[in-house]
Protein backbone atom coordinates (compact mmCIF):
# COMPACT_ATOMS: atom_id res chain seq x y z
CA UNK A 1 0.00 0.00 0.00
CA UNK A 2 0.87 3.56 -0.60
CA UNK A 3 1.56 5.30 2.79
CA UNK A 4 3.11 7.91 1.34
CA UNK A 5 2.02 9.83 -1.66
CA UNK A 6 3.32 11.96 -4.16
CA UNK A 7 0.96 12.80 -6.41
CA UNK A 8 2.25 15.34 -9.03
CA UNK A 9 4.84 13.48 -10.98
CA UNK A 10 6.78 16.54 -12.16
CA UNK A 11 6.90 20.30 -11.94
CA UNK A 12 8.22 22.99 -14.11
CA UNK A 13 9.40 26.22 -12.45
CA UNK A 14 11.01 29.03 -13.62
CA UNK A 15 14.84 29.94 -11.96
CA UNK A 16 14.27 32.48 -9.58
CA UNK A 17 10.76 31.42 -8.53
CA UNK A 18 9.73 29.11 -5.48
CA UNK A 19 9.20 25.58 -5.77
CA UNK A 20 6.64 23.60 -3.93
CA UNK A 21 6.63 19.90 -3.64
CA UNK A 22 3.94 18.29 -1.85
CA UNK A 23 3.43 14.69 0.03
CA UNK A 24 0.56 13.48 1.75
CA UNK A 25 0.86 10.50 4.18
CA UNK A 26 -1.65 7.93 6.00
CA UNK A 27 0.16 6.54 8.78
CA UNK A 28 -0.54 8.91 11.67
CA UNK A 29 1.82 7.02 13.71
CA UNK A 30 4.59 8.46 11.43
CA UNK A 31 6.88 11.28 13.42
CA UNK A 32 9.98 11.66 11.27
CA UNK A 33 9.83 13.34 7.69
CA UNK A 34 12.97 13.51 5.34
CA UNK A 35 12.98 14.94 1.48
CA UNK A 36 16.01 13.33 -0.68
CA UNK A 37 17.03 14.69 -4.09
CA UNK A 38 17.93 11.55 -6.38
CA UNK A 39 19.87 13.21 -9.71
CA UNK A 40 20.28 10.83 -12.67
CA UNK A 41 22.30 7.73 -12.36
CA UNK A 42 23.12 8.75 -8.65
CA UNK A 43 21.56 7.58 -5.47
CA UNK A 44 19.06 9.45 -3.91
CA UNK A 45 20.63 11.66 -1.04
CA UNK A 46 19.21 13.44 2.15
CA UNK A 47 18.54 16.38 1.81
CA UNK A 48 16.50 17.79 4.87
CA UNK A 49 13.79 16.61 7.49
CA UNK A 50 11.55 17.26 10.22
CA UNK A 51 10.38 15.73 13.32
CA UNK A 52 6.66 15.60 14.05
CA UNK A 53 7.01 17.69 17.35
CA UNK A 54 7.87 20.63 14.59
CA UNK A 55 5.67 22.36 11.64
CA UNK A 56 8.84 24.07 9.96
CA UNK A 57 12.39 22.97 9.26
CA UNK A 58 14.30 25.30 7.31
CA UNK A 59 18.17 25.08 6.19
CA UNK A 60 19.09 27.69 3.42
CA UNK A 61 16.99 27.80 0.49
CA UNK A 62 14.79 24.39 1.64
CA UNK A 63 12.27 24.94 3.96
CA UNK A 64 9.77 21.84 5.06
CA UNK A 65 6.59 22.39 6.15
CA UNK A 66 4.50 19.67 8.14
CA UNK A 67 0.83 19.63 8.51
CA UNK A 68 0.05 16.76 10.82
CA UNK A 69 -3.85 17.56 11.19
CA UNK A 70 -3.54 17.10 7.34
CA UNK A 71 -0.47 14.60 6.95
CA UNK A 72 0.73 16.74 4.95
CA UNK A 73 3.72 18.02 4.13
CA UNK A 74 5.74 20.14 1.62
CA UNK A 75 9.26 21.45 0.77
CA UNK A 76 9.66 24.90 -0.64
CA UNK A 77 12.82 25.59 -2.48
CA UNK A 78 13.36 29.49 -2.90
CA UNK A 79 15.15 30.66 -5.18
CA UNK A 80 14.96 27.77 -7.06
CA UNK A 81 17.78 26.61 -9.36
CA UNK A 82 18.45 24.76 -12.85
CA UNK A 83 20.73 23.25 -9.98
CA UNK A 84 17.72 22.02 -7.99
CA UNK A 85 16.34 20.05 -11.08
CA UNK A 86 15.85 16.55 -10.24
CA UNK A 87 14.03 13.93 -8.74
CA UNK A 88 13.06 14.59 -5.23
CA UNK A 89 11.45 11.78 -2.62
CA UNK A 90 9.71 12.19 0.56
CA UNK A 91 9.99 9.46 3.05
CA UNK A 92 8.05 8.91 6.03
CA UNK A 93 9.29 6.58 9.10
CA UNK A 94 8.65 6.30 13.13
CA UNK A 95 9.73 3.52 15.68
CA UNK A 96 7.56 0.92 14.65
CA UNK A 97 7.26 1.20 10.83
CA UNK A 98 10.04 1.14 7.62
CA UNK A 99 10.68 3.87 5.85
CA UNK A 100 8.67 4.56 3.24
CA UNK A 101 9.02 6.41 0.36
CA UNK A 102 6.82 8.39 -2.26
CA UNK A 103 7.07 7.91 -5.95
CA UNK A 104 8.94 11.02 -6.48
CA UNK A 105 8.62 13.82 -8.10
CA UNK A 106 10.61 15.36 -10.85
CA UNK A 107 11.32 19.13 -10.82
CA UNK A 108 12.69 20.92 -13.99
CA UNK A 109 13.69 24.54 -13.06
CA UNK A 110 14.15 26.69 -15.97
CA UNK A 111 16.98 28.96 -17.02
CA UNK B 1 34.39 6.27 3.82
CA UNK B 2 33.26 5.96 0.47
CA UNK B 3 29.27 5.37 1.09
CA UNK B 4 27.79 2.63 0.00
CA UNK B 5 29.04 0.38 -3.00
CA UNK B 6 27.19 -1.14 -5.29
CA UNK B 7 28.43 -3.25 -8.15
CA UNK B 8 27.83 -4.26 -10.94
CA UNK B 9 26.51 -0.74 -11.80
CA UNK B 10 24.63 -2.37 -15.17
CA UNK B 11 23.82 -5.79 -15.73
CA UNK B 12 21.75 -6.68 -18.94
CA UNK B 13 21.45 -10.34 -18.52
CA UNK B 14 18.36 -12.62 -20.34
CA UNK B 15 15.21 -13.83 -19.13
CA UNK B 16 15.77 -17.36 -16.97
CA UNK B 17 19.14 -16.11 -16.19
CA UNK B 18 20.40 -15.91 -12.22
CA UNK B 19 21.24 -12.00 -11.18
CA UNK B 20 22.71 -11.00 -7.91
CA UNK B 21 23.39 -7.60 -7.41
CA UNK B 22 25.76 -6.73 -4.58
CA UNK B 23 25.64 -4.14 -1.48
CA UNK B 24 28.74 -3.20 0.73
CA UNK B 25 26.66 -0.68 3.61
CA UNK B 26 29.21 1.98 5.10
CA UNK B 27 31.05 1.06 7.68
CA UNK B 28 29.92 1.13 11.10
CA UNK B 29 25.33 1.40 10.06
CA UNK B 30 23.56 -1.54 11.77
CA UNK B 31 20.44 -1.15 9.20
CA UNK B 32 20.93 -2.03 5.70
CA UNK B 33 17.74 -1.84 2.92
CA UNK B 34 17.58 -3.22 -0.59
CA UNK B 35 14.76 -0.76 -2.91
CA UNK B 36 13.88 -1.67 -6.43
CA UNK B 37 13.02 1.78 -8.09
CA UNK B 38 10.40 1.69 -11.46
CA UNK B 39 8.70 4.35 -13.37
CA UNK B 40 4.98 3.10 -11.86
CA UNK B 41 6.04 2.74 -8.34
CA UNK B 42 8.88 4.80 -7.31
CA UNK B 43 11.27 3.31 -4.62
CA UNK B 44 9.92 0.48 -3.11
CA UNK B 45 11.05 -1.48 -0.21
CA UNK B 46 12.12 -4.89 -0.82
CA UNK B 47 14.13 -6.20 2.04
CA UNK B 48 15.52 -4.62 5.37
CA UNK B 49 18.52 -5.77 7.83
CA UNK B 50 19.39 -4.75 10.88
CA UNK B 51 22.70 -6.25 12.50
CA UNK B 52 22.93 -8.46 9.45
CA UNK B 53 19.70 -10.19 10.40
CA UNK B 54 16.24 -10.09 8.11
CA UNK B 55 13.57 -8.12 9.91
CA UNK B 56 11.28 -7.40 6.87
CA UNK B 57 11.39 -9.12 3.52
CA UNK B 58 7.17 -8.46 2.86
CA UNK B 59 8.35 -6.17 0.10
CA UNK B 60 10.40 -8.98 -2.08
CA UNK B 61 7.72 -9.64 -4.85
CA UNK B 62 8.08 -13.30 -5.05
CA UNK B 63 10.11 -16.61 -3.97
CA UNK B 64 12.24 -16.00 -7.29
CA UNK B 65 14.01 -12.75 -5.18
CA UNK B 66 16.16 -13.68 -2.18
CA UNK B 67 18.66 -11.27 -0.48
CA UNK B 68 21.52 -12.49 2.42
CA UNK B 69 23.93 -10.96 4.56
CA UNK B 70 26.41 -12.74 6.01
CA UNK B 71 28.16 -10.05 7.51
CA UNK B 72 27.86 -6.75 8.41
CA UNK B 73 30.18 -5.53 5.04
CA UNK B 74 28.61 -7.28 2.84
CA UNK B 75 24.79 -8.41 1.29
CA UNK B 76 23.42 -9.64 -2.10
CA UNK B 77 20.17 -9.49 -3.59
CA UNK B 78 19.30 -12.34 -5.85
CA UNK B 79 17.25 -13.15 -8.40
CA UNK B 80 16.62 -16.91 -9.96
CA UNK B 81 15.41 -17.07 -12.63
CA UNK B 82 14.89 -13.38 -13.60
CA UNK B 83 12.07 -12.46 -16.07
CA UNK B 84 11.54 -8.93 -17.94
CA UNK B 85 9.06 -7.24 -15.37
CA UNK B 86 12.70 -7.45 -12.77
CA UNK B 87 14.41 -4.40 -14.76
CA UNK B 88 14.51 -1.82 -13.26
CA UNK B 89 17.08 -0.04 -10.52
CA UNK B 90 17.71 -1.88 -7.54
CA UNK B 91 19.21 0.66 -4.76
CA UNK B 92 21.11 -0.55 -1.73
CA UNK B 93 20.92 1.77 1.59
CA UNK B 94 22.38 1.84 4.69
CA UNK B 95 21.92 3.65 8.08
CA UNK B 96 22.87 3.82 11.72
CA UNK B 97 19.43 2.56 12.78
CA UNK B 98 16.17 1.74 10.95
CA UNK B 99 14.61 5.29 11.32
CA UNK B 100 17.88 7.26 10.68
CA UNK B 101 19.05 9.13 7.43
CA UNK B 102 19.83 6.01 5.11
CA UNK B 103 22.91 6.72 2.61
CA UNK B 104 21.89 5.38 -1.00
CA UNK B 105 24.48 3.31 -3.54
CA UNK B 106 24.44 4.11 -6.61
CA UNK B 107 22.51 1.73 -8.32
CA UNK B 108 22.31 -1.35 -10.68
CA UNK B 109 20.34 -0.84 -13.58
CA UNK B 110 18.99 -4.38 -14.56
CA UNK B 111 17.93 -5.02 -17.64
CA UNK B 112 16.51 -8.55 -18.00
CA UNK B 113 15.53 -9.62 -22.13
Known amino acids: DQQVKQNSPSLRVQEGRISILNCDYT??????FLWYKKYPAEGPTFLIS?????DKNEDGRFTVFLNKSAKHLSLHIVPSQPGDSAVYFC??????????FGAGTRLTVKP | DAGVIQSPRHEVTEMGQEVTLRCKPI?????LFWYRQTMMRGLELLIY????????DSGMPEDRFSAKMPNASFSTLKIQPSEPRDSAVYFC???????????FGAGTRLSVL
Open chain 2, 93 to 103: ASSLGREDIQY
Open chain 1, 27 to 32: NSMFDY
Open chain 1, 50 to 54: ISSIK
Open chain 1, 91 to 100: AASSNNNDMR
Open chain 2, 27 to 31: SGHNS
Open chain 2, 49 to 56: FNNNVPID
